[in-house]
Every structure is written in C-alpha cells, then in structure tokens.
Nanobody, 122 residues
C-alpha cells in the first residue's frame, strides 16, 4: 500500500507565497509522474503542474511563471512553490502520483493525497 501525505497550505494574502510538499511512502519500487491538482468550489478538478521522473514539467497556463513544481526522487517527495498568489488560486490542492509497487507482481497505480486547502484573501 502507498500513501501520499501532503503538508503546507493555509490562508495567505494576495501576492503572497506558499509551499506544498507531498511525500510518498509504502511499498514503492518507482514513481513516474508526480503532479498537483486543484479543485475550487463548484468547479472540476484540474491539473496545476506535473513533473516526470526525469524532471520534465508542465503547467496550467494561469500559473505559469508563478508556480514551480520540483521533486526529490531520493525522498519520494514532490513540491509546489506558489508565488504571487491570486484569489482565483483558492482551492483544495491534491497531490497525485503514478507509483509502481515493490511487491510482486509489480503494478503501477495512481494515488491521491488527502487534499489541503489554500485560501487567498485579504
């Protein structure tokens, strides 16, 4: 079994910064893509940023230049640095990862973190 545990988040004023981390633990052989999604009230969940095991990144257009995704493969951890936050960034943020298990037969499954609230408001 694999768990993704998020930390970070909270209340911040417009223009402020926050940093998330998400650590994967359990029976892990390898982790392919890791990503951050968000879901605002009344809206569908959307991909904010993703990063492959090789470090290739992609971003949702509205966050380009403001958010940075990174990962530490040795720690099975992904980070999201969010700068110049706007009220429209308010949402629940979820960590996501494609994990190949260390048990036999090895299978790749998709896992979600528990979600953490970000509120951008003055």
């Amino acid at each position: 079994q694999v768990q993704l545990v998020e930390s970070g988040g909270g209340l911040v004023q417009p223009g402020g910064s926050l940093r998330f981390s998400c650590a994967a633990s359990g029976s892990i052989f390898s982790i392919n893509t890791m990503a951050w999604y968000r879901q605002a009230p009344g809206k569908q969940r959307e991909l904010v940023a993703g990063i492959t095991s090789g470090g290739i990144t992609n971003y949702l257009d509205p966050v380009k230049g403001r958010f940075t995704i990174s990962r530490d493969n040795a720690k099975n951890t992904v980070y999201l640095q969010m700068n110049s936050l706007k009220p429209e960034d308010t949402a629940v943020y979820y960590c996501n990862a494609d994990v190949t298990s260390n048990s036999w037969p090895r299978r790749t499954k998709n896992y979600w973190g528990q979600g953490t609230q970000v509120t951008v408001s003055s």
